[in-house]
């Protein structure tokens, strides 16, 4: 049963009680100075707050004492007796709670091969050499994307690395555009969203979307199709904190996903 602090003599200190936070996070918090003999009445955790000199501050009964100091003064004889009461968090049945959102942006860097570049010719980083006494094909040269040569060609050309020698009776006739160059950087996209909550209801029922085609609501001007990954929920303090990332994609195979 709560203790009914109304009816003894602990005084109140200047600026108290006060509430603060927000819905579904408050705090109140109350002080006193008392006595001794006057420890023996203090509330209990999960007690609600019960001073009827504080009507306004008493009807909240959904916030209960989970906080409390006791100090002894310099003088030895009094105390400061702090309290502070809160809303239960992570209260599956719960109403109360807002969703809080956070959002971020993030690129991870990596090194592609050259060769998949989309743009990408084999004269970039081949040299081009013909046998001798047949006549150089330009076109061939520069539109090839692959080493891959018919039958025919093979017979007059070939395609070989920038330190390998030129075979006896062959010479170069076009050398690596891009010299050196075995990668290009490129990135993968991720956009995270982060929701708060001391309702951990509101936030479980998100979860079954994951692993699905699903845009996130910030995109940050990104182009491309979005792939919902897995959910993340795990406790901070009072709040619940669910984390979702979502992929950004060129296309998506939806035979895989839905």
């Not at 075995?182 to 993968?188: H, N, P």
């Not at 991720?190 to 692993?211: A, G, P, Q």
Request: proline residues 6%.
């Amino acid at each position: 049963m709560a203790k009914v602090i109304g009816i003894i003599e602990m005084r109140p200190r200047p600026g108290f009680p006060t509430l603060k936070g927000s819905d579904g996070d408050e705090v109140l918090a109350m002080q006193y100075t008392c006595s001794e003999d006057e420890l023996t009445a203090i509330p209990e955790y999960g007690d609600n707050f019960t001073d009827s000199r504080y009507p306004f501050f008493t009807a909240l009964t959904s916030h209960v004492l989970d906080k409390r100091n006791i100090t002894r003064d310099k003088s030895g004889e009094l105390y400061t007796l702090e309290l502070e009461y809160r809303s239960p968090a992570g209260d599956a049945n719960s109403p109360s709670g807002p969703v809080m959102e956070e959002w971020d942006y993030e690129t991870q860097d990596y090194d592609v091969p050259i060769e998949q570049h989309p743009n990408y010719r084999t004269c970039w980083n081949y040299r081009f050499i013909v046998i001798k006494g047949e006549t150089p094909d330009p076109e061939l040269h520069s539109a090839a994307t692959d080493t891959e040569l018919t039958e025919g060609e093979a017979e007059k050309y070939a395609w070989i690395r920038l330190g390998d020698k030129v075979p006896v009776g062959w010479y170069e006739w076009g050398s690596p555009q891009k010299k050196a160059v075995e990668s290009y950087r490129a990135g993968i996209t991720t956009v995270n969203r982060i929701w708060r909550c001391s309702n951990l209801k509101k936030l479980t029922v998100d979860i079954n979307k994951d692993y699905t085609i699903s845009a996130p609501d910030k995109t940050f001007g990104k182009t491309g199709e979005w792939l919902r990954g897995g959910s993340k929920i795990k406790k901070e303090g009072r709040m619940w904190v669910l984390t979702v990332s979502y992929l950004n994609i060129k296309e998506i195979d939806r035979d895989i996903y839905q």
